[in-house]
């Protein structure tokens, strides 16, 4: 009794390994899964048929049991069969297959199940040969032995197909096939000594659960893996990067080709003190995780040096225990030399962007030097002529003369901008008073153009901003400015209000309307680009470079705002600036109203002071003669030179109360004779204004850092003049 208990229980361990291994079976992918999964259902079948034998108490159930067995072993051959023709990629042979041996093992089936009638498959007796035990064992008849010819040669054609795989495949997979090979054997040997010793009970079924299993691991784990690892090695092998492995004891464990061919590793010997490992472990000592180590190789006879960058990292266990550690030595050749063009390309670019303003401060400086001639003598005549004839052209000069100024001051605004070198400088204003200054400034040319100009303010807007007025005004005045260029009839309103946008910061809203010629729908995309003109033919007429609204563009991003136009062709055009500021005070602008229109009339002077002497130095005669004629009015004592010398000279022995000096001068420029000047004493404390054609940006700041009080460029504004003067000349010499 005690043997059947044993023999049960390690029966029923062996089901439960197959159900753990059919089950997960289900995971696998695989054509061959499905027939795997099949003949070890069977397997269960025939362990169960073995403990019902084991069980059976009487020869009609251990007749039953038996058929049970014999029935599952030909299921069991049937499915391993075409699991091995799947399995060796015979899936062709198998569909032809599986109807005939289907048919066969059912007919076989049947007949085993028929011994009930007929006995003829086998008889059973009892061995009583272990005391106290029964069990029923089997003698064959004749159709037994052919249900054995079945299945065994269903079970060598199986190993017939292995086989021939064995021989035609290599590698991991000739030994994948192997191992099923010698599972088959297993069972089939095991079954074989079942019967030629006719022991008690089949042991072998336990084997089928071994058998199995070693399947599966063959199928999931074996093949994969395998494969794995020796793709990973190869893969590792081809890397364009080094890596080096060191185990816990900093024995040097791997090196891969790279590592082998740069840097000549031999794997056991190599340490920590041989290159490029030590440069990178005395980085790594000082906390970095990588290092950059340079190294001279000879190439096909030339001595070139080759850039690396070694990285550190440490190896670790689950529980984060460290366990070694691996180098990756990545090949920088390339992108140090691709840094070092760049880097020189920048330099390039550098140098050819320090040409371009110094061109362009050349190329302003030569032309604002003859505008001032022609403005400064045109401002002349027009205050001397009376014939209204003279007064007309000569305002006509004036008038060309302001554009091509406003040319040249936008070409300077734009590079200054494409330069990155307009900041923003923000203080406080007041918002409403940049637009009353923008009417002021425009009144006149709408007034000659018979066009009325409104301002319109929110009351509720905040009355003290924190921005950059300065280039808010820059902006305005080139969108009204293009507002009076096209418009013919009716006027312009500018209108400001705003939108809350947090506590303290509002959007200002600024939008400049007109009753102008408008702008096609098409031509609206492409109004901000830089040069560009739209509507070419029918704006020939009307003055610009198309740079105006590119400039305004770009300083509304600077300053993280944006630039909208609505236009109806024909019926005008509205500009929106929507601009974030901060609020200083909330105290509201109240009603305003529309600022008086002031007359047009001839300049006339701010101030006079007779007692004041002024040096003019220019080596330009007509320069000198203009800014002497626009100050005539003003009853000064005007001297002037024409050289950084003469000007020495003469404050040698004369003390000024201001000096206008020009920058561009041959022998002395400027400069030298401003700091001559200041050192001989006489006119230390004078006050200087740096007068000069140089517009380029950021010259005011260098002039002022110099010691010049003062910076005014050419040509002159006779306002500008004057009230440059009126702040730096001692005031009780000055008669308002
Ligand atoms: P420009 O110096 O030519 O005026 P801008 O950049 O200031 O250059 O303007 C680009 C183009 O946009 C102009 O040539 C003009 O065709 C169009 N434009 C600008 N403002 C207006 C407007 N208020 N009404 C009609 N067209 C305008």
């Not at 997979?173 to 079942?194: A, E, T």
Request: glycine residues 6%.
């Amino acid at each position: 009794m005690h043997i059947k208990i044993i023999y049960i229980a390690v029966y029923l361990i062996a089901i439960l390994s197959l159900i753990f291994i059919i089950r997960s079976l289900y995971i696998t992918p695989g054509k061959y899964a499905r027939s795997l999964r099949m003949a070890m259902t069977f397997a269960i079948l025939a362990i169960i048929g073995n403990i019902f034998i084991a069980l059976s108490n009487n020869e009609q159930t251990a007749v039953l049991s038996y058929c049970i067995y014999f029935a599952s072993i030909d299921w069991i051959i049937f499915y391993l069969f075409g699991f091995v023709l799947s399995y060796t990629e015979h899936e062709n042979i198998k569909q032809k297959l599986k109807p005939p041996v289907a048919v066969i093992m059912l007919c076989d089936t049947v007949s085993i199940f028929l011994n009930f009638a007929f006995g003829h498959h086998f008889y059973i007796y009892r061995n009583e040969t272990v005391p106290g035990t029964v069990f029923f064992q089997t003698g064959f008849r004749t159709a037994y032995y052919f249900h054995l010819a079945v299945d065994y040669v269903l079970i060598l054609a199986a190993l017939c197909f292995i086989i021939v795989r064995i021989i035609r495949s290599y590698s991991l997979y000739r030994i994948k096939y192997i191992l099923i090979l010698s599972v088959l054997l297993l069972v089939v040997g095991l079954n074989l000594i079942y019967m030629t010793l006719s022991l008690l009970l089949d042991a072998s079924v336990i084997f089928y659960a071994v058998a199995g299993g070693l399947i599966c691991f063959s199928i999931k784990t074996f093949v994969p893996r395998n494969l794995m690892t020796s793709s990973i090695a190869h893969a590792v092998d081809d890397m364009t990067e080094g890596l080096i492995i060191f185990d816990i004891s900093d024995n040097c464990i791997y090196a891969n080709s790279f590592a082998i061919k740069n840097f000549d590793i031999n794997v056991p010997t190599y340490n920590y003190d041989c290159e490029p490992v030590a440069s990178a472990m005395k980085e790594i000592s000082a906390g970095r995780s990588e290092a950059d180590y340079i190294k001279a190789v000879s190439e096909a006879g030339n001595s070139i040096i080759k850039y690396y960058k070694v990285k550190y990292n440490r190896l670790i266990d689950r529980h984060e225990r460290p366990i070694g550690c691996y180098f990756l030595i990545e090949d920088t050749t390339e992108s140090v030399f691709y840094m070092n063009e760049i880097q020189e390309a920048r330099v390039a670019a550098d140098k050819a962007n320090i040409a371009k303003s110094t061109f362009l401060a050349n190329m302003s400086h030569e032309i604002r030097t003859p505008l001032n001639s022609i403005l400064g003598m045109n401002e002349l005549i027009l205050r001397l002529a009376d014939d209204s004839i003279v007064r007309e052209y000569s305002q006509n000069i004036s008038e060309a003369g302001e554009v091509l100024l406003g040319l040249i001051n936008d070409v300077l605004d734009f590079s200054k901008i494409e330069a990155g070198k307009t900041e923003i400088v923000p203080a406080e204003y007041n918002p409403y008073k940049l637009l009353r200054d923008c009417y002021y400034f425009f009144d006149q040319a709408v007034q000659k153009k018979d066009l009325y100009l409104n301002i319109k303010c929110d009351e509720e807007l905040p009355s003290k901003l924190y921005g950059d007025s300065a280039l808010i005004s820059r902006m305005l005045t080139n969108i009204v400015s293009n507002a009076v260029k096209y418009t013919m009839t009716g006027g312009i309103t500018m209108e400001m209000t705003f939108d809350e946008t947090g506590n303290d910061t509002i959007d200002l809203i600024i939008r400049v309307s007109d009753t102008g010629i408008g702008i096609k729908a098409e031509d609206i995309d492409h109004l901000f680009d830089s040069f560009k003109r739209v509507d070419e033919q029918r704006n020939a007429s009307i003055q610009g470079t198309g740079l105006g609204l590119a400039i305004t563009k770009e300083l509304a991003v600077l300053m993280n705002g944006d630039i909208l136009v609505t236009s109806v062709p024909g019926e005008g055009s509205t500009f929106t600036m929507i601009l974030p500021q901060k609020i200083l005070s909330r105290t509201p602008v109240g009603p305003v109203t529309k600022p008086r229109s002031s007359e047009i009339k001839p300049h006339k002077e701010s101030f006079t002071a007779p007692d004041a002497s002024v040096l003019i130095v220019d080596d330009v005669r007509v320069n000198l003669l203009v800014a002497a004629g626009l100050l005539k009015p003003t009853k000064m004592n005007i001297d002037i030179a024409m050289s950084g010398d003469e000007a020495i000279e003469k404050c040698s022995h004369t003390k000024y109360d201001l000096i206008l000096l020009d920058h561009r001068m041959p022998v002395k420029d400027g400069i030298e004779t401003f700091n001559i000047i200041s050192a001989q004493g006489m006119n230390t404390d004078t006050p200087v204004i740096m007068l000069t054609a140089n517009a380029i940006s950021g010259m005011e700041e260098e002039y002022l850092k110099l010691g010049f009080k003062g910076y005014l460029t050419k040509p002159i504004r006779i306002a500008d003049l004057e009230s440059a003067l009126l702040n730096l000349l001692p005031a009780d010499k000055v008669i308002r």
